[in-house]
């Protein structure tokens, strides 16, 4: 937790001072997918909550963009959802955006994420400002849960900082909460790919009894 609170102030500094820089490489987006919900298995299964993932058919699986930085804002999503809920489930979506524009960015597809927990929900006076720097629900929350109210702070810049659209959150009080946010990335024909980024199976060419 100390580890994560110093490096969510050096991020917010780095973003605050103009110097924080994206990769922009070709990678696996379902494996980066995969590696969040790995990440954070342990955690769930540790309260009895169900922790699943849905990749919609025809997100692609190869792309261009920061694998780094998508799984540090879908990772702290994930993270909060998990501290947040003691009894249920945390579900992530992976889909299609088909309601925007793709005129902004040529060639690229709009993929949106989507984390929905069954915690303890936000309250309607707080999430005008939920996205503000070490802003938290309120201070029994933040006596109970701890953080330093920089993740999601963070994770909207992170977002937009990547060409995509401001993180929306739907939620009530008790009832859980959704945070989306979708992101325009360029498909990667697999088949463009040095081998030695396509994880082949040790098995291929051999021959089984």
């Known amino acids: 937790m100390l580890f ?5 102030i050096l991020d917010f500094s780095k973003i605050e001072a103009g110097r924080f820089e994206l990769e922009h490489i070709n990678f696996n987006l379902h494996k980066a997918i995969e590696d969040v919900i790995e990440l ?10 169900e922790l699943n993932y849905r990749i919609a058919p025809g997100v692609p699986e190869w792309v261009t963009g920061d694998p780094t930085r998508i799984r540090q804002v879908l990772g702290n999503l994930v993270g909060n959802a ?3 809920t003691e009894h249920g489930e945390v579900v992530v979506d992976i889909n299609l955006n088909q309601n925007t524009h793709q005129d902004t960015h040529t060639h690229s597809e709009w993929i949106q994420f989507s984390v929905r927990d069954t915690g303890i929900g936000i ?14 629900a309120d201070g029994s929350t933040t006596r109970k849960y701890g953080g330093t109210g920089l993740g999601l702070a963070i994770c909207k810049q992170l977002v937009e900082l990547m060409g995509g659209h401001a993180i929306n959150v739907s ?5 859980g909460a959704t945070f989306t946010f ?3 990335m360029m498909p990667v024909n697999s088949s463009e790919l040095p081998s030695s980024t396509i994880e082949v199976s040790a098995l291929n060419g051999i021959r089984l009894l």
């Open 123 to 136: 309250a309607e006076n707080i999430l005008p400002r939920l996205f503000q720097a070490f802003t938290q």
């Open 82 to 84: 998990i501290k947040f």
């Open 40 to 49: 954070f298995s342990e955690r769930a299964h540790s309260k009895h909550l």
């Open 171 to 175: 939620s009530h009080l008790g009832q």
């Open 4 to 8: 994560r609170s110093i490096n969510d």
């Open 182 to 184: 979708s992101l325009p």
